[in-house]
């Protein structure tokens, strides 16, 4: 997989006509999309400019402000023109549809006054429902990428992790080293969510009672954070010791797109630990519904049915502190990390080829700490195939 090259022209091609045959779908009478967002800008065009994608039911102009040299060296889209004012995208078209498509999630006041100084329209609908369906069936292209970030990532945390873990460090340095180590192999150093709450660093690290923090995102990790607004990778103060449970929850990816992953150590022995038998039944708890539920992932299952195997598969004792309270078993990943549908309570759609899920079914024990398991999967006739190594045993570091 040669990292960081462009998005080929025939996947950008492929990608608009998805669009447009869903809006054809669903409304025929459609004339005009006005896309933004830097996630969609980058699937549908390759590049991230400060700029406007025009999409029409003829053409697809991307109008850049910033930078429009980048734009045209990195990316494979047929037409990118320079523009300094949306004035000159109302000149281009003469006549400006009455309704046109939006971002809802990403039309802010302050951009759609600057918008409709010039690019005057009366009605809007949302396009997100739509480019939310195309974006979740992944083409061949994307699986290769979300492979590549699978394999950086199973190595990094499977392998690597283990060994920066000894007495004194903390819980930021940790994540600070897993993060580095991912780069140098490869990944793209960041992250993407669609949720405004998702900080996008890379993840979090989190010993024993520092996980029991609940975080803002909409996440069933905890964490302390490196200060009151930054809830992500993890504690300055809070150092390593024996008898710590080790969580982490480092994301990974390649050419925009994202694979999933989390891992349990324990640091010395469960057995000189006074809950080492509770700790080890929880994570065993969720390393059998994650092995469980991820065989599940066939086309026509239905979404909410894995989440309720999984929350009935939950004994009694631990079902207070699964999910940290919250109602899901997954979620959709490409190029964001918490894409739609979710595998959750009331998602009542059925599974179908080529999506991809996180699996993370993580179990918060009162006044001791956090474990649990996550991998990333795709959905194939046999099963989910995962793509960030496999899920890990309890293992202890000592």
Not at 126 to 150: N, T, V, W
Not at 160 to 186: K, N, Q, T
């Amino acid at each position: 997989m040669k990292f960081n090259a462009p998005v080929p022209k025939q996947e950008l091609e492929n990608r608009l006509s998805a669009l447009r045959s869903e809006l054809e779908i669903r409304d025929n009478s459609w004339q005009m999309v006005l896309i933004h967002n830097p996630v969609n800008l980058y699937y549908l065009t390759g590049t991230v400019p400060d700029g406007l994608l025009v999409i029409t039911k003829e053409q697809s102009i991307l109008w850049v402000r910033r930078d429009y040299d980048r734009a045209r060296n990195e990316s494979e889209f047929e037409d990118i023109r320079s523009m300094k004012s949306f004035r000159e995208i109302s000149e281009y078209f003469n006549e400006i549809p009455k309704t046109i498509y939006l971002e809802y999630k990403y039309a802010t006041l302050q951009w759609l006054n600057l918008v409709t100084k010039h690019v005057k329209f009366e009605e809007h609908k949302d396009i997100l429902p739509i480019l939310q369906h195309i974006r979740a069936f992944k083409s061949e292209y994307e699986i290769k990428c979300m492979k590549a970030s699978g394999k950086i990532q199973s190595e990094s945390l499977e392998q690597i992790l283990p060994v920066f873990l000894r007495e004194g460090v903390s819980e930021a340095e940790l994540c600070g080293e897993v993060l580095l180590d991912l780069i140098r192999r490869g990944s793209m150093g960041s992250c993407r969510f669609e949720n405004a709450h998702g900080e996008a660093i890379g993840g979090i690290c989190s010993f024993s009672e520092s996980g029991l923090n609940g975080i803002s995102f909409d996440s069933p990790d905890g964490c302390k954070g490196t200060c009151i607004p930054i809830q992500a990778l993890g504690s300055h103060s809070r150092k390593l010791k024996k008898g710590d449970i080790v969580f982490a929850d480092i994301a990974c990816g390649v050419n925009g797109y994202h694979t999933d992953k989390s891992v349990t150590y324990f640091y010395g022995k469960l057995s000189e630990h006074k809950n080492g038998d509770l700790i080890k039944t929880a994570y065993n708890i969720c390393l059998e519904i994650e092995k469980k539920a991820s065989a599940m992932l066939k086309p026509n299952t239905i979404l909410s049915d894995i989440y309720d195997f999984a929350y009935n598969a939950v004994p009694d004792e631990f079902k207070a502190g699964f999910m940290f309270g919250k109602k899901f078993l997954g979620h959709s990943i490409g190029l964001a990390m918490d894409e739609y549908p979710a595998i959750a309570k009331g998602f009542d759609l059925e599974i179908k080829p080529n999506e991809v899920f996180a699996l993370e079914p993580k179990i918060k024990l009162d006044g001791i700490g956090l474990v649990g398991t996550e991998n990333t999967y795709l959905v194939s006739e046999q099963g989910g195939i995962c793509l960030t190594g496999k899920p890990q045993p309890l293992t202890e570091i000592f």
